[in-house]
Nanobody, 123 residues
Framework: QVQLVESGGDSVQAGGSLRLSCAAS????????MAWFRQAPGKEREGVAA???????SYADSVKGRFTIAKDNAKNTLYLQMNSLKPEDTAMYYC?????????????????WGQGTQVTVSS
Protein backbone atom coordinates (compact mmCIF):
# COMPACT_ATOMS: atom_id res chain seq x y z
CA GLN A 1 0.00 0.00 0.00
CA VAL A 2 1.47 3.32 -1.10
CA GLN A 3 1.63 6.06 1.50
CA LEU A 4 2.84 9.64 1.17
CA VAL A 5 3.49 11.77 4.25
CA GLU A 6 4.30 15.46 3.90
CA SER A 7 6.00 17.66 6.45
CA GLY A 8 7.70 21.04 6.68
CA GLY A 9 4.81 23.44 6.27
CA ASP A 10 4.91 26.54 8.44
CA SER A 11 4.10 30.23 8.67
CA VAL A 12 6.84 32.55 7.40
CA GLN A 13 7.25 36.14 6.34
CA ALA A 14 7.58 37.18 2.72
CA GLY A 15 11.10 36.65 1.45
CA GLY A 16 11.65 33.68 3.72
CA SER A 17 12.36 30.05 2.91
CA LEU A 18 10.88 26.66 3.70
CA ARG A 19 11.70 23.09 2.74
CA LEU A 20 8.87 20.62 2.37
CA SER A 21 9.44 16.88 2.56
CA CYS A 22 7.34 13.95 1.39
CA ALA A 23 8.22 10.46 2.57
CA ALA A 24 6.98 7.72 0.24
CA SER A 25 6.49 4.06 1.05
CA UNK A 26 4.96 1.06 -0.67
CA UNK A 27 6.50 1.40 -4.12
CA UNK A 28 8.49 -1.66 -5.27
CA UNK A 29 11.44 0.46 -6.45
CA UNK A 30 12.43 4.10 -7.00
CA UNK A 31 11.19 4.41 -10.55
CA UNK A 32 8.12 6.53 -10.09
CA UNK A 33 7.22 10.16 -10.76
CA MET A 34 6.43 12.63 -8.01
CA ALA A 35 5.14 16.17 -7.82
CA TRP A 36 4.06 18.98 -5.55
CA PHE A 37 0.67 20.58 -5.98
CA ARG A 38 -0.95 23.37 -4.01
CA GLN A 39 -4.45 24.60 -3.39
CA ALA A 40 -5.45 27.93 -1.94
CA PRO A 41 -8.94 28.56 -0.53
CA GLY A 42 -11.44 29.05 -3.34
CA LYS A 43 -8.93 28.07 -6.02
CA GLU A 44 -8.26 24.95 -8.03
CA ARG A 45 -5.38 22.64 -7.23
CA GLU A 46 -2.37 23.59 -9.33
CA GLY A 47 0.90 21.91 -10.17
CA VAL A 48 3.94 23.51 -8.58
CA ALA A 49 6.83 21.24 -9.55
CA ALA A 50 7.30 17.69 -10.77
CA UNK A 51 10.11 15.20 -11.20
CA UNK A 52 9.72 12.19 -13.46
CA UNK A 53 11.10 8.65 -13.31
CA UNK A 54 14.29 9.77 -15.03
CA UNK A 55 14.84 12.82 -12.84
CA UNK A 56 13.62 15.43 -15.31
CA UNK A 57 12.02 18.37 -13.52
CA SER A 58 9.19 20.74 -14.43
CA TYR A 59 8.05 23.93 -12.73
CA ALA A 60 5.09 26.25 -12.84
CA ASP A 61 6.06 29.65 -14.25
CA SER A 62 5.07 31.30 -10.98
CA VAL A 63 7.77 29.45 -9.00
CA LYS A 64 10.61 29.14 -11.53
CA GLY A 65 13.85 30.43 -10.08
CA ARG A 66 12.48 30.34 -6.53
CA PHE A 67 11.52 26.70 -5.90
CA THR A 68 13.59 23.57 -6.43
CA ILE A 69 12.24 20.02 -6.47
CA ALA A 70 14.51 17.09 -5.65
CA LYS A 71 14.08 13.37 -4.96
CA ASP A 72 16.33 11.25 -2.80
CA ASN A 73 15.83 7.72 -4.13
CA ALA A 74 17.80 6.15 -1.29
CA LYS A 75 15.42 7.69 1.26
CA ASN A 76 12.29 7.55 -0.94
CA THR A 77 11.77 11.19 -0.09
CA LEU A 78 10.70 14.14 -2.22
CA TYR A 79 11.71 17.68 -1.32
CA LEU A 80 10.60 21.15 -2.31
CA GLN A 81 12.98 23.94 -1.42
CA MET A 82 11.04 27.20 -1.48
CA ASN A 83 12.96 30.48 -1.43
CA SER A 84 11.86 34.10 -1.77
CA LEU A 85 8.39 33.16 -0.64
CA LYS A 86 5.50 35.48 -1.50
CA PRO A 87 2.07 35.87 0.08
CA GLU A 88 0.57 34.34 -3.07
CA ASP A 89 2.44 31.11 -2.29
CA THR A 90 0.10 30.61 0.66
CA ALA A 91 -1.74 27.31 0.19
CA MET A 92 -2.05 23.72 1.27
CA TYR A 93 0.77 21.82 -0.42
CA TYR A 94 0.24 18.23 -1.50
CA CYS A 95 2.67 15.55 -2.56
CA UNK A 96 1.61 13.18 -5.36
CA UNK A 97 3.15 10.07 -6.88
CA UNK A 98 2.50 7.45 -9.51
CA UNK A 99 4.45 5.03 -11.65
CA UNK A 100 3.32 6.03 -15.15
CA UNK A 101 2.83 9.76 -15.66
CA UNK A 102 2.68 11.58 -19.00
CA UNK A 103 2.22 15.18 -17.87
CA UNK A 104 3.66 15.57 -14.42
CA UNK A 105 1.97 18.88 -13.77
CA UNK A 106 -1.56 17.49 -14.12
CA UNK A 107 -3.27 16.35 -10.93
CA UNK A 108 -5.31 13.78 -12.85
CA UNK A 109 -2.13 11.86 -13.70
CA UNK A 110 -1.53 10.82 -10.09
CA UNK A 111 -3.26 8.11 -8.11
CA UNK A 112 -1.45 8.56 -4.80
CA TRP A 113 -1.68 11.68 -2.64
CA GLY A 114 -0.50 12.83 0.75
CA GLN A 115 -2.65 14.59 3.32
CA GLY A 116 -1.11 18.02 2.72
CA THR A 117 0.98 20.49 4.67
CA GLN A 118 0.02 24.16 5.15
CA VAL A 119 2.29 26.97 4.00
CA THR A 120 1.35 30.50 5.03
CA VAL A 121 3.35 33.51 3.89
CA SER A 122 2.63 36.86 5.49
CA SER A 123 3.53 40.24 4.02
Amino acid sequence: QVQLVESGGDSVQAGGSLRLSCAASGFPDSRYSMAWFRQAPGKEREGVAAIDRDGTTSYADSVKGRFTIAKDNAKNTLYLQMNSLKPEDTAMYYCAADVWVDDGMLASEYMYWGQGTQVTVSS
